[in-house]
């Protein structure tokens, strides 16, 4: 995330992976039916779902199917009682099959499933085993289901036929067919279907384990809802049994599923797709294809009658599973409780010696080993630090010692795309595995210097590409509020890990709707500031310009107490120099905290936000009306808006911002494991969905990144006018009007509001307004003018007080306190590789990464700009100002023959009074470094001073200025 960059990219919110990517590949392990259907399989192998059901289907057959949800019948339930279940250990065996090596245990009900696809057809089979490990009879109730569409209209799936001949789903039915229609069909089974149809095999009416009826299959009453006949839960079909199991009893249910292509291409008619599917579903359920099971095995299935089977005699069939882990309940060697603690409850309690940052950083520690791994963990964190207790240890000698401050002592977790310079920083990738950064990003030091812990780095999307999901090599993301549901992307481990109680803030970035999106599925608050209020030094790219680094937070006054520590001037970002951050921020955030901010303001609303779209719940438009009618009787005033917002040209060429931004971090980090961005584009540690094949990175020149930022300027002046030609404060977006989508689907997250922050570079604030009719966390976004941070962070605040409740994560309950017990450390491991390749990819005209070649001569050429020119100056004594820089080379020149002769001129100002005057010389390394004492008569009582840095050029690079630091000299 590079303060230097392009505007070729702004096309889209959730900023996508390298367009070059040649052809569709696979992270996970993946089976082809015979006509031609790839099933992606949600297994053990990266990223580590590991639930069984199936992430995506060629042709979206199905956009996720065969996922697993059982409730128990016992007065204490489970917490994962009626999520989707997960943690099988399903390992491919490299044929066609996946079995689990680890069952699960559901309140005494221990779960396995096995998976088998048929190659030479079109079919998958799962069979599901529940064996009472308990000494009384067991209720349970199991649901198997999952997405067959999306959308309204021609994208939402029906019923189209079933073994009953109607569309009317009964217990008479042994299968049932799903298709998306076109608007052409003239019957449900005359097609053509937009995309593939698909079937489920339910077994043999009548039996022990016949169906029992449908339900949508999502974690709000999965067993006591009721399809509807349209809307987008009509697309969520859960498939419900009810059976009681008697101790020591083991029983097993098969379904299949069978899918067909789409019906949009010449070579396959209307209505074929959909006949062969039906053809497939129908003799699978008079003869279940069951060959390969032990006699053991099929005589514990309840849903099929099995001719021929003689089951007298037979034993119970012994697993070939390592059964769960006997755990006791999971303990706190910490005193302190944290769960739902804000920053500032947390500072209170330690100043008021009611806790201390050790306990609190245990509390964490144990809720993250409790919470975050094992077969249920969300898989928030990639590294935990292994000092993270020492470092609480100095924070408490500290305050001890007298220090003080907002985050003395608060544990933060942080993005792993932040260079830390005691952990590595992985980007989410293997690719940067084991990288260490050699220094702390400016805002990691910052909170370093402010007393904060980092308590570890959080997990999030692989080189934060998708605003769905957050999945790397070491798991994807789960929602610590819905934990069926995807935490969203690509900031989702740092979003997850606040909401989970595993921190009492994080830090995440945002190139499309990366903070804004976690924010809101954590029930929690973030700002994208305005291009330049906080620096992007030190922190991985995905889009140059366009990313932004800052703070997830529990509420508006914590938020406000650490933007009072991240944002500001850092004179090795040249967003925040150019922009004068320090000028333009509050100097106290907290001072923005007004409850009656909102009265009399006029907020804007775009026509069609707060209606029910097409994946929306109307419960969550319903809770947005209520709040806006609740702002218009505390004084609001709505305007609705009219016109549009009109983008600029894109750049000529539309040169690569996404490369760019790789450039401008190899140039910055001198321990860059890699020498040139096509190495890390093209690697074959990324994975494999987000690798390109065609890494044919291209440097910007400095005409084009000036272009970009010209563009950026001119985008904020046309989003400027519109809210003046609409006599707006600011405008007011809703943010999630879904649910959040399970997990294990590779096509949906929710749909959100359209707030163009990230396009444009302009604040939006981000405040939890409580939950919907389904437990879902809502929130609602204020977006204003460039440099109107401030004033939304007031609004926010405002918005907080009127509408917002704290939304705990119910299904991680607080943990027992155990002082006896013995502290667990967290480990964190990668999920294993998968054992089948990507599907081949397109041969690459750039095989092997090319590096251009350096310019032998700078002199030859007509001086340019450098790519940056640094500066920091830091205090040796109570006068003694050691200012030290580097000038960053654009491609093409050594540092022998750039810098060579080249001028530095460092002026220390008290107020418009020059105090000093120094040259210094560039060094071979390009680097300077200048030192002055101060008279203390020269200063006239001046507590602060100003040092002005100024490169004066040479032969090969224009002058150019670092801008100002001010420097206490008290």
Known sequence: MSSRTSLGALAALTVAAAAAVAAPAHAI?????????????????????????????????????????????????????????????LTFDGVDAFTTTKAVDLGGIEIRRQVRFERTATWGRWLDSFKNTTS????????????????????????????????????????????TPTAAATSPTSG????????????????????????????HNPFGSTLPADGFDANLRGYIRTLTLQPGETVSLVHFVVVGRNERDAARPAGTQIAAVRTAAAALASAPVLDDLSVGQKCTIVNFQVAGLDCSTVTAPQPEHDSPTVRETPVTTSPYDVVGKTLTQLQADMASGKTTSQQIVRAYLDRIAAYDTGQFGLHSFIKVADDAMAQAKAADEARAAGK?????????????????????????????????????????????????IIIGKTN?????????????????????????????????GSGASVAASFAAFSMGSQTGVSLYAPSAAGGLVSLRGTDGLSSGAGVAPLTFLQDYAGPIARTVTDLAKILNVTTGTDPEDVGTVQADADAKRPKDWTTMLKADALKGAKIGLVPGQFTTPSYGTQG??????????????????????????????NLPGNPNLGHEGWFEWIRTHPNSPYAHPNEIIASPKKLPYNRSTTANAI????????????????????????????????????????????????????????????????????????????????SMQFVGRAWDDAKMVSFGYALEQLASTPIEAKKLPRLPYDATATPVDVEIEKAPEPTTQAPAPVPSTNTVPTVPATVSSAATKAPVLARRFSARTTRLGKRTLRTTGTVLLPSGLTRASACGGGKVQVTVKAGKRTLSTRTATLGAKCTFTSRVTLRAASLRGASRVTVQVRFLGSAALKPESAGATRVSVR
């Open 29 to 89: 392990n993946y089976i082809q039916a015979a006509n031609g259907i790839t099933w992606d399989v949600n297994d053990a192998a990266m990223p580590g779902l590991d639930t069984g059901s199936i992430r995506a289907t060629t042709d979206s057959a199905v956009l996720s199917v065969a996922g697993l949800r059982v409730s128990v019948d016992q007065p204490a339930k489970h917490r994962m009682d009626g999520e989707l279940l997960r943690g099988f250990g």
């Open 136 to 179: 009384s009879p067991r209720a349970i109730k199991v649901t198997f289901g999952g997405i067959f569409g999306q959308n309204n209209g021609e994208n939402q799936s029906e019923i189209v036929d079933s073994s009953t001949g109607d569309t009317a789903v009964t217990a008479a039915d042994s299968w049932v067919e799903h298709a």
């Open 192 to 219: 053509p279907s937009q995309n593939g149809p698909s079937a489920i095999v339910l077994g043999t009416p009548g039996t022990r384990g016949a169906l029992t009826r449908t339900g949508i299959f999502s974690s």
């Open 404 to 452: 003080t401050g907002d985050l003395l002592g608060i544990p933060v977790a942080v993005k792993d795309l932040y260079d830390t310079k005691d952990m590595p920083m992985t980007h989410g990738s293997l690719v940067f595995e084991g990288y260490r950064p050699q220094k702390d990003a400016f805002q990691v030091a910052r909170m370093r210097e402010a007393g904060a």
């Open 460 to 492: 999030m999307s692989e080189f934060a590409n998708s605003g769905r999901h957050s999945e790397s090599p070491w798991g994807q993301v789960w929602n610590a509020i819905q934990p069926s549901s995807t935490s969203q992307g690509s900031s989702g």
């Open 620 to 649: 969550s438009i319903d809770r947005y009306n209520a709040i806006i009618a609740q702002l218009k009787t505390a004084g609001v005033e709505f305007v609705d808006m009219t016109g549009s917002v009109a983008a600029p040209p």
């Open 699 to 778: 440097d910007m020149t400095d005409a084009q990144v000036q272009a970009a930022r010209d563009r950026r300027t001119a985008y904020k002046e046309e989003w400027a006018k519109y809210l003046n030609a609409n006599g707006v404060d600011a405008v007011l977006y809703p943010g999630n009007t879904s649910d959040f989508s399970d997990n294990d689907t590779a096509a949906l997250g929710a749909s959100f509001g359209s707030p163009p922050t990230s396009n444009i570079g302009i604040p939006g604030m981000v405040v939890p307004v409580g939950l919907n009719d389904h437990g879902h966390p809502l």
